[in-house]
Each structure stands twice: as structure tokens, then as C-alpha cells.
């Protein structure tokens, strides 16, 4: 399992020593059925990164070799000393690729043993708009549909993602449907993606102008008569709210930069059952929470929220949903509200911790976490299962940041952000490692180890133990730590809430292979959610207060840092077919230098700033050296670059959604220099071309 489709693989560990040797599809596997993508056979078999394999100290500028009783009794007396004067001074930052158990005792253990709010996981960076939208809505997260409605679906709409590159075998059952003779593909995005050839309509809007299309769409829909009325009146709030707020569809368009026609098109799709995904395109912007809002109103008003069609969000990580159910990152366990009493009394009668050590705060998110530490009021960061130095905006503030402070990095891999840890700790990944997962369609299966490690490895789950009992003795066993027993936690505190596993166990999943949510008993497995249907009848029910599915209003504001004379190309990232996240496992030895799309118009402008096909791009915080790649499927005054390198988030803009807190990654002003161009005034030994909002 590498990203959130949650292929199931068979794995086989090596003869000799430690490691997989070979993967393959599982073909009684209830999700995928054989099928795998190449990229997570690959980073399962023969992952490139350096492993880490013995805990290590920094001593002096080097780290070095030490023991597990050292790594750990400098992590305690550091997290001890600090939690006396302050919890909060205490941030953890988990992951979307750990297991639903060792996710659950990191959350178990910042929020009822350190007691902070600063806590969060790299899921907020990549999901968090689309979240907040389906709590709008619905009163829960995860999409309604799960891939059983991919083939009934008629339309099929992709908007801002590529899950061509991203998603290879959901793609292929998006690919399969969309090939039926009353089927269709359209596909709405700035970059003429790998998805995008192979649409029957392709939507080319304006880089960071998604919102506002959406609007116009939903505009028109209501304009030409095409509402489902009956299903709003009965089973939706708020639907004349939102069509006070609606723009002129017209003038809207001109905003997106398509022509109206592209609007009435688009109207048209949603006559029929549509099945309506979206990525980052969407959520990681200023916009993200009120353009995913304004795509599930569509699905609302069209009726389309019943099996065969619904708004779809498209999640990266493999266990990016099992973090957010479980991780009590923005909820508690099974998404219980996070500031309501009566579950604040469940979660510390289950962890029997004071409910005064609770926090209240859900906290200021990643980014924000980042700007407490600029305000010194973080001590200590411990990073599990993800690499914040190269994977955040603005990512040499990251850095300097994470200089200032403690940090503790707990990986599978020599990443960018161990470079700059005080303690690394070893842990085991996929392959080495026993539990659970979630994936998209909220799908729980088992993950089992076909390998041990070296001695010096140790589980995920062992290590957040070892440190949670320095801090408080009573959360957990001592280790070594099953996963089931966990498991059972989640389960117990998950039941009877929207995110039920109750009905979930190693036994059945060991049977079932894979079981989805909400499984209320052993015996039953979630479907398409809020919906229920008879011989004769139809109905819908929702967990929000009134009952029904909520409409919500929303305003474009325009991108947060737009093009102006002196930085007059927008930047868009993206991710590649062949590489995942920030590249540790699968970055090449010559991926030191990224490489900039652009088209070959606007290459031939900056013809002269080119030596031997490398540039610089440059932004009000950065500039990074590049390899120009003049390619005519990028907007005119763009530039693409992806997300796997390192160097591309030192130009991203920190700016956040103001709901959400999710970064927007997506727009940003950038220029090109001359490779040769010297800088004469430095900060912080980086070369300062501006600040945000001044040249």
C-alpha cells in the first residue's frame, strides 16, 4: 500500500538479511484486485533512499552513532523539562505513512501526555480544505461515493488533479467507465496533465482561479433550470443563501479566463450521474476550503449525491485518512468534536489521563506551528514519518526554524529534515511493519511485516512508547507493542461515531482482507454514505444538526501573492508519475537540480538569462538554481515545477486558507534570473530579493 488507493500487495521478503525482494498484486484483494502501479512496486522492492539504521546525536555539527538508551533519555529530559514550564512549548508533527496504531498512540500521547495543541500531522498540508468542506456539508469527513459508483458513473469530472500520475490504478478505473459509448471524461486544470490527455473535454483555466469557475458553474446551473429541486427543498439547508452570493456567471468566466461556453458545458456535465474528483489543485490554496464547498454545492444542487455520482476528494498519502480518524489531530478518535465535553470526558476516561490535560485547542496547524517557533514559543518539534524542512512552504524559514529549537526526528530514511535533528530515531516502514490502514474510500486493511530489521530498528509504535512512558507511565505498555491491542483502543472509541470500526478486527480483516467504514458490527461494511434507497423510494440522512446536507456561501479573493512587473510568472507545482512526496524514496542521484516547465513562448522571452539550459527562478523568498524545459502543456507566464524536490519549496508561499490552515502551494509570483547573477544584499545567508508585498 504506497498511496491512498490501497492496492493490496503480496510482498516476500528476502532469503538473506533484511528487506522485500519481491511485490506484486493481490488478487483477492478486495480493493485493487490484482492491480499495482509501478511506483509502489518499486518503492516497496528497491526504495532509494539511505536507511537509517542505528539511533544518532548531534554532537557538535555532526550526528553520530549513540544508543537507544541515550537517544531516548535525551529525548525524555528534554520533553520532561519542558512540559513543566509549558506543554504547548512541545509541537509533534506525524504523518499520513504511519499505521492507524502507531497514528493513534502519537496523537495518545500529544494530546493526553504531553498535553499539546501543537500537534498535527503532513495531512493537513494536502487534505485539510477538502475536510473542512465535507464538514460543512455533511457533518463528517470522507466522500460519500467509494469506487464501486466509478463504473456507473456517466460523467466524469477531474477537476485540479492528475490522478493519471498520481492515482495509477484509480485512474484506470476512471479511464474504464469513462470509455463507455454514453461516457465521457472532462477534465479541469491550468496544465494540460497526463489525465488531461486523455479527456474528451479539457477546462484550462487560470492557475488559482478554481473558486470562481466553480461559481460561475453552479451560477449557471441555477440560471437555466437545472437544480434538482425536489432533493434541496427536502434534504439541504442554505441553498437560497448561497444563490444570494452567487456572481455573474458571465463575468466569473472572464475571471476563470475561459470563454462561457466552457461554463454551459460544464452546467451540461452535471445533468448526468457525475462523478466529480478533486485534488490539490483545489484544496492547497488561500481558496481551497470555499472552492471544495462550492464543488460539493454542485454535486448538492444537482442532485448528484446518490450512488454513481458525488463529490470525490482524491487523498495522496497511503494512510492520510487513518490519521485524521484516529490521530485526535483535529478530532478526537472516530472524528469526535474536538471542543465538545461530553467526548473530551470519553477520550480521558479511555486514555485515564485528567481531562484537565486536555488541550482545547485543536492547534494552529503545521504552518502555524512553524510561526510559533519564530515567536520562541516552541522548544521542542518531533517529526515522525515525514520531512517538514523539505515538504513545507517558505522551506528555508523551516529550516532556520527548526535550527532554533530541539528537534527529534523519527524516519525510515535519511531525510532532508534529519540533517538538521539533535536525536534520530530509526523506525521500521512498509514491509517491516504491522497494523492497519485507510484509504480514500475509507477501506481498512491489514499491512503485516515480511521482513525483520536490523536490532537497531524499532517500530513506530515501540519507540512512541518508549517515549511516552518517560513521560507518563500509565499510557502505554511497555514495549515491545502489538498492534491489535491498539487496534482495540481505536475500536472502542470509534464506535457509535460517523467513523465506526467497531465492527472491525484483526480476525475479519484477516478473513475479509479489507473491510470499509462506518462497520458497526462484524457483520456489515459501509457503502455509499447518507443515502438510502428501497424498491419504491429514496431518502437521505446526514450527521449535522438539522438532518440535512448544509449549502455554505463562499467569496474568490483573488490569489494571496499575484504577478505584478517585477515577478511576472505564477508558479504551480505538481507531482510526476515516477516519484512520491519529497522524494526520499525515490528521488535519482541527478535530481539535485529540479526542473522548470514553462512554455516555449515564454522561454523565448528569457532567452538571454539561459546558460547551458539552466536558470534561476526566483522568488520574494528564495531562488533556486533550475533546468529550463520549454513544454507548450503549461499556461503562457508559468512555471511548473514538482513537488518531490526539495529546492522547490524554498520559493512556496506560507500563506494559509484561513479555515482549513492548509498551505497554498499552487500560486506564487516568481521571475527568471541569469544563473550568474550576483546578489549583494544577504539574510540569514540567503539572498533577499524582496519581501511579500514589497519589490
Same mark, same amino acid.
Given at each position: ?119 498535527? !500531522?503532513? $495531512? ?6 477538502? %475536510?473542512? /468542506?465535507?464538514? +460543512? &456539508? *455533511? ?113 466569473? !468566466?472572464? $475571471? ?6 466552457? %461554463?454551459? /458545458?460544464?452546467? +451540461? &456535465? *452535471? ?113 515522525? !514519518? ?310
Amino acid at each position: 500500500m504506497r498511496c491512498a488507493v490501497g492496492c493490496g500487495q503480496h510482498q516476500r521478503g528476502v532469503d538473506e538479511g533484511y528487506g522485500v525482494d519481491k511485490v506484486r498484486g493481490n488478487y483477492n484483494h478486495p480493493t485493487s484486485k490484482g492491480l499495482a502501479c509501478e511506483r509502489g512496486i518499486r518503492e516497496t522492492e528497491n526504495p532509494r533512499g539511505e536507511w537509517l539504521t542505528e539511533p544518532l546525536v548531534r554532537r557538535g555539527d555532526t550526528l553520530r552513532p549513540t544508543s537507544w538508551a541515550t537517544a531516548l533519555g535525551l529525548v525524555a529530559t528534554e520533553f520532561i523539562q519542558a512540559i513543566a514550564d509549558d506543554p504547548d512549548s512541545v509541537a509533534v508533527l506525524g504523518s499520513g505513512q504511519q499505521t492507524n496504531e502507531a497514528a493513534y498512540a502519537l496523537g495518545k500521547l500529544a494530546r493526553g501526555g504531553i498535553g499539546t495543541k501543537h500537534f498535527d !500531522a503532513n $495531512t493537513t498540508l494536502c487534505m485539510a480544505s477538502a %475536510v473542512r /468542506a465535507y464538514y +460543512d &456539508a *455533511f457533518g463528517s469527513d470522507a466522500p460519500p461515493p467509494t469506487y464501486d459508483d466509478i463504473p456507473e458513473a456517466q460523467t466524469h469530472v477531474v477537476w485540479g488533479a492528475n490522478p493519471a500520475a498520481a492515482h495509477p490504478v484509480l485512474y484506470r478505473w476512471i479511464l474504464d467507465s469513462a470509455s463507455d459509448d454514453d461516457s465521457r471524461l472532462i477534465v479541469v486544470d491550468p496544465v494540460e496533465s497526463e489525465t488531461a490527455a486523455d479527456a474528451d473535454e479539457v477546462v484550462r483555466l487560470d492557475p488559482g482561479t478554481d473558486l470562481e469557475l466553480a461559481r460561475a458553474v453552479l451560477a449557471h446551473v441555477v440560471a437555466t433550470g437545472r437544480v434538482d429541486r425536489a432533493f434541496v427543498e427536502e434534504y439541504t439547508d442554505g441553498f437560497d443563501e448561497v444563490v444570494d452570493s452567487l456572481p455573474d456567471p458571465k463575468r466569473a !468566466a472572464d $475571471t476563470a479566463g475561459v470563454a462561457f461556453e466552457t %461554463v454551459e /458545458a460544464l452546467a +451540461d &456535465a *452535471f445533468a448526468d450521474p457525475t462523478l466529480l474528483y478533486w485534488g490539490m489543485g483545489v484544496n492547497q490554496s488561500t481558496n481551497g476550503t470555499d472552492a471544495a464547498r462550492t464543488l460539493v454545492n454542485l454535486c448538492l444542487a444537482t442532485g448528484n449525491l446518490r450512488p454513481g455520482s458525488g463529490p470525490f476528494s482524491l487523498t495522496g498519502q497511503a494512510n492520510s485518512m487513518g490519521a485524521r480518524v484516529v490521530s485526535s489531530k483535529d478530532t478526537w478518535p472516530g472524528h469526535r468534536p474536538f471542543t465538545e465535553k461530553e467526548h473530551r470526558e470519553t477520550v480521558a476516561e479511555m486514555w485515564d489521563v485528567p481531562l484537565s490535560r486536555l488541550p482545547d485547542s485543536s492547534g494552529p496547524g503545521p504552518v502555524g506551528i512553524v510561526d510559533q517557533m519564530n515567536r520562541g514559543n516552541i522548544d521542542i518539534c518531533w517529526t515522525v !514519518a515525514t520531512n517538514p524542512v523539505a515538504g513545507m512552504p517558505d522551506a528555508s524559514n523551516v529550516k532556520r526554524s527548526l535550527d532554533d529549537i530541539f528537534l527529534v526526528a523519527q524516519d525510515a530514511f535519511r531525510s532532508e529534515t534529519v540533517e538538521h535533528a539533535d536525536v534520530v530515531l530509526p523506525a521500521a516502514t512498509w514491509g517491516e511493519t504491522d497494523g492497519t490502514t485507510m484509504n480514500m474510500e475509507r477501506t481498512v486493511s491489514r499491512v503485516t511485516a515480511v521482513s525483520d530489521t536490523v536490532d537497531a530498528v524499532r517500530q513506530d509504535i515501540d519507540i512512541i512508547a518508549a517515549v511516552g512512558n518517560r513521560i507518563d507511565d500509565s499510557l502505554f505498555p511497555e514495549p515491545t507493542l502489538e498492534p491489535e491491542p491498539v487496534f482495540e483502543e481505536i475500536r472502542a472509541l470509534t464506535e457509535g461515531t460517523p467513523a465506526d470500526c467497531s465492527g472491525i478486527t484483526y480476525d475479519r480483516l484477516d478473513s475479509e482482507l479489507a473491510v470499509r467504514w462506518p462497520a458497526p458490527d462484524e457483520s456489515t461494511q459501509g457503502g455509499y454514505r447518507y443515502y438510502d434507497a428501497d424498491d419504491e423510494s429514496e431518502s437521505w440522512s446526514f450527521p449535522t444538526e438539522s438532518g440535512r446536507a448544509q449549502f455554505t456561501p463562499a467569496t474568490f479573493d483573488g490569489v494571496p501573492e499575484p504577478t505584478d512587473a517585477a515577478y511576472p510568472l505564477m508558479l504551480t507545482t505538481g507531482r510526476r508519475a515516477e516519484a512520491y512526496n519529497t522524494g526520499v524514496r525515490s528521488r535519482e542521484e541527478n535530481d539535485g537540480v529540479p526542473t522548470a516547465r514553462i512554455h516555449p513562448e515564454t522561454a523565448g522571452q528569457y532567452i538571454d538569462l539561459l546558460d547551458r539550459g539552466r536558470t534561476l527562478v526566483e522568488s520574494r523568498r528564495a531562488r533556486v538554481t533550475v533546468d529550463l524545459a520549454p513544454d507548450d502543456s503549461i499556461p503562457k507566464d508559468a512555471v511548473w515545477m514538482d513537488v518531490h524536490n526539495p529546492a522547490v519549496n524554498e520559493l512556496t508561499l506560507p500563506a494559509v486558507d484561513p479555515e482549513s490552515r492548509e498551505p497554498n502551494y499552487k500560486q506564487c509570483a516568481v521571475r527568471l534570473a541569469s544563473p550568474d547573477t550576483s546578489t549583494t544584499v544577504t539574510h540569514s545567508g540567503l539572498p533577499r530579493t524582496g519581501t511579500y508585498g514589497d519589490d
